[in-house]
Antibody, heavy 122, light 107 residues
Framework: QVTLKESGPVLVKPTETLTLTCTVS??????????VSWIRQPPGKALEWLAH???????SYSTSLKSRLTISKDTSKSQVVLTMTNMDPVDTATYYC??????????????WGQGTLVTVSS | DIQMTQSPSSLSASVGDRVTITCRAS??????LNWYQKKPGKAPKVLIY???TLHSGVPSRFSGSGSGTDFTLTISSLQLEDFATYYC?????????FGQGTKVEIK
């Protein structure tokens, strides 16, 4: 059974750095057909893709947030970590991690975590 | 970056209606287009991948079509549980991007 679970602070102050952890089970982060993305949704707004880490450790980032994001993984712990620096109230959102699956073609997000709401406020 | 534009942003429909949502990419993406359903307080669920392939367990009333830059999600007969927000997402090239969403509301 594939599961993903996000963990991290529920409240951060402006200018602080957010660190979120996605703990996965039911698959390996070294599986060539799979990767993990972070995606967020501010209240009342659309989904926004943030970052992705591939099985070979290659990374990709949102263009607008690239300077603030770092994604990494610890395969032995089955964890993917996202850090976002210089947090601002506009970063208040529910943050999801999701597995990308490469079937016969290009990937799609087939499993998602439950999401974690992060509020940025002093 | 590839921009994804959905229309309409919202629509009102009744149970049993046929509903069509469109998604346009700012450049050609072949069939690298996925559709997700999002309900409040729940994680998104994939409905369609590769533009027209129904994900396992998704009811057959959902279908997808299109290639290149123009895509469509169709719900053939809207059910109560289908009232939600729908997002398209391109996986043709990183950075991957989502559309702004289409909210399907009860008329």
């Amino acid at each position: 059974q594939v599961t993903l679970k996000e963990s991290g602070p529920v409240l951060v102050k402006p200018t602080e750095t957010l660190t979120l952890t996605c703990t996965v089970s039911g698959f390996s982060l070294s599986n060539a057909r799979m990767g993990v993305s972070w995606i967020r949704q501010p209240p009342g707004k659309a989904l926004e893709w943030l970052a992705h880490i591939f099985s070979n450790d290659e990374k990709s980032y949102s263009t607008s947030l690239k300077s603030r994001l770092t994604i990494s993984k610890d395969t032995s712990k089955s964890q993917v970590v996202l850090t976002m620096t210089n947090m601002d109230p506009v970063d208040t959102a529910t943050y999801y991690c999701a597995r990308s699956y490469y079937g016969d073609s290009l990937p799609y997000f087939d499993y998602w975590g439950q999401g974690t709401l992060v509020t940025v406020s002093s | 970056d590839i921009q994804m534009t959905q229309s309409p942003s919202s629509l009102s429909a009744s149970v049993g209606d046929r509903v069509t949502i469109t998604c346009r990419a700012s450049q050609t993406i072949s069939t690298s287009l996925n559709w997700y359903q999002k309900k409040p307080g729940k994680a998104p669920k994939v409905l369609i991948y590769d533009a027209f392939t129904l994900h396992s367990g998704v009811p057959s009333r959902f279908s997808g079509s299109g290639s290149g830059t123009d895509f469509t999600l169709t719900i053939s007969s809207l059910q109560l549980e289908d009232f939600a927000t729908y997002y398209c997402q391109q996986s043709y090239s990183t950075p991957w991007t989502f559309g702004q969403g289409t909210k399907v509301e009860i008329k």
